[in-house]
Every structure is written in structure tokens, then in C-alpha cells.
């Protein structure tokens, strides 16, 4: 599921902000890590498709992950904690992320959320800048025709891994 494209970047987007099924309310779980293979009883139904499967797959990611990123990094208010950042290899993680979390291939090797954000929080990162992700995150899928309902399961995966983010 292209949380971790979205949340730090699609976090923070991606994160940021930003934010799935029985399996992303399994993965969004306080303490999981988001480096496990989901369990068996966390995956769709058979024939049941995921959200990954629903909002285009990889194409769908790719774009979205894109069009955050460009937002966010012309937004003054969040855009310098991404200085410095290699934005090609942030752009990759956050894509294997929420490929993952919505429940497409699981090929995200990065770190958790709480390890991956917390020299973040020490530059000050906080609820109001986690909140500015998540609207660039919603803006971003609403843009690229993301049904609604899709777009609130996603951001309520995203915001689930508030805590974990603001290493709280």
C-alpha cells in the first residue's frame, strides 16, 4: 500500500500525511513493524482485491508518490526537513512502502517509521507539520482521481503511524 511513499514524503507525506482493508489496519497496528510480512489472516480475501490493486498499482504509486513530493517540496513549511535528502532514493522508499502497505509486492526494506522520522522530531518535526503532509497527501490523491473512500482508508493508515513518526 504506498503509505511509506506517501507518509514521510507521502508522509510526512508521505508522511506525510498521508493514509486501507483488514490488512492495512493490521500493519497501521501500534508496534508492528512495518518491515514484516504481513500474517496470513492480515491479507484480502481471496478474489478480494487490495487497495494497491484498486487505485491502479504500480503506475497509481509511482504518480502519487511523484505529485506529493513535488508538493511538499514547494511547501516553506515542511520542505526543509527533506534538505539534504537524496530525493530519488526517498521518492524509491516511499513508493516500496506503500506498495507494501496496501497490499501489493513486499519489497520495502527501509526502517520503521519511529527509527526512519526520529532525527526529524529532533529539527522540530511535530503534529503541525505531520498535519500539513497529511493535506498534501489527501490533495495529491484527490487530484489524481483516487475515489473517496479509498482516500479516507489511506489517510487513516497514515494517520495511524502518527505516534511511531513523532517518536511518541
Do not use: C, W
Not at 498535519?131 to 489517510?155: C, F, K, S, Y
Amino acid at each position: 500500500m504506498h503509505l511509506e511513499t506517501f507518509i514521510p514524503a507521502f508522509l510526512l507525506f508521505a508522511v506525510l500525511g498521508l493514509v486501507l482493508p483488514v490488512l492495512l489496519s493490521d500493519i497501521a497496528e501500534k508496534g508492528r513493524n512495518f518491515t514484516e510480512e504481513p500474517e496470513d489472516d492480515a491479507k484480502p480475501a481471496a478474489g478480494e482485491a487490495t487497495v494497491y490493486e484498486q487505485i491502479g498499482g504500480a503506475a497509481a504509486v509511482d504518480a502519487a508518490v511523484d505529485v506529493f513530493y513535488r508538493r511538499v517540496l514547494a511547501d516553506a513549511y515542511v520542505n526543509r526537513f527533506f534538505e539534504g535528502v537524496d530525493m530519488d532514493k526517498q521518492a524509491a522508499k516511499q513508493k516500496a512502502f506503500l506498495t507494501m502497505v496496501m497490499g501489493g509486492p513486499h519489497n520495502y526494506t527501509g526502517k520503521d517509521m519511529r527509527e526512519g522520522h526520529k532525527h526529524l522530531v529532533k529539527m522540530g518535526l511535530n503534529d503541525s507539520h505531520f498535519d500539513h503532509i497529511l493535506m498534501h497527501l489527501r490533495a495529491t490523491l484527490a487530484e489524481l482521481g483516487v475515489p473517496e473512500n479509498l482516500i479516507q482508508t489511506i489517510i487513516g493508515v497514515a494517520e495511524s503511524t502518527r505516534d511511531d513518526v513523532l517518536d511518541r
